[in-house]
């Protein structure tokens, strides 16, 4: 049984501390960071999935090379990570504490960023409507249900 490195538990630590924090309220960098990393993935979920697969790839084969028999070049890594981001099969497994945490937490956003692999990047957000252009939209609706009324009504009358 292995114990863990004292500045892998400080920094698990640290996140699972500002986790919480997030959990309760509180506003600060995780939350931004948090935003931030979803924007950028909505921003194009290609690119997300791309670039997740490319870090993710070399860090676990920097991690794995000389400790791992069955990671002994980028497309062994590449393998392996790319099936973390969906069914997980592999016959491929993290030996280090680093290639488990990059395991872990490409395993833990994959499927999701898989999922969403083709939909269409997002636009930036329309500015919000104006109050004169909110009125012009609301008076052009009523315009429009008047129409729709008068020509219930002359259905309801029959022909001429």
Do not use: H
């Not at 920097?62 to 016959?91: H, W």
């Not at 919000?128 to 249900?145: F, K, M, N, V």
Request: contains cysteine; hydrophobic residues 50%; aromatic residues 4%.
């Amino acid at each position: 049984m292995s114990t863990m490195d004292p500045r892998t538990a400080k920094v698990l630590g640290q996140v699972a501390t500002q986790a919480l924090a997030g959990l309760l309220g509180e506003d600060g960098a995780w939350a931004k960071s948090k935003d931030r990393a979803r924007a950028v993935v909505n921003r194009d979920p290609m690119d997300a999935v791309l670039a997740t697969v490319t870090g993710a790839t070399v860090l676990f084969y920097l991690a794995e090379r000389r400790v791992n028999p069955k990671v002994q070049s980028l497309a062994d890594a590449m393998v392996f990570i790319t099936t973390c981001l969906s069914v997980g099969y592999a016959d491929v497994f993290a030996r280090t504490p680093a290639g488990k945490a990059i395991a872990s937490a490409v395993m833990t956003v994959g499927p999701s960023l898989s999922s969403n692999l083709f939909a269409p990047p997002q636009a930036a957000a329309p500015e919000p409507a104006s109050d004169a252009a909110l009125r012009e939209i609301a008076d052009l609706q009523r315009q429009i249900l008047a129409r729709l009324d008068a020509l219930v009504d002359a259905t309801k009358r029959g022909p001429a």
